[in-house]
């Protein structure tokens, strides 16, 4: 079983580079599609690890790890296409790596980052952001206006965290 999970979280990092040639060879539809079953890999990791209780401080680890990778290397085709724009991008990106940076010193103090419900629904809201933009392709109005929401929800969990967990 560990196989599976160990599986779908190294899957995400793999398949990031196809993802970000397709979008940038504009084959969006294909792009979505892989996308769409690493969005499914992070779901289903998460639920197959608690349920069978599997979770470990490995996988606690690599997966937040494995999202990012695949947010950030698709969210830099998409600004490097100019679907979205530079400063929804940089708050999106820069939460992400000021959370793993965060993260990484919360280990070195023997103290983990606690999750919360906000943060994983941040996950969804940006798994959901992406798949409209390649799947559905939407008016570039619709688009900055999901990119601008996700930002501004993005940087209000990012706050949360280090409210929730201090230093």
Known sequence: MKFILNFFTYSRILLTPLIIYLIIEGNFFTAGLIFAYCSFSDIADGKIARKYNLVSNHGNYMDPFADKVLMIGTLCSLLFLDIIQLSPFIIIVGRDVLITLYRNYLISKNKPLETSKYGKLK???????????LLINPSQDIINLIVNINAIYAAGTG???FVKNGF
């Open 159 to 161: 706050v949360q965290y």
């Open 123 to 133: 996950t969804v809201f940006q798994h959901g952001m992406v798949l409209i933009i």
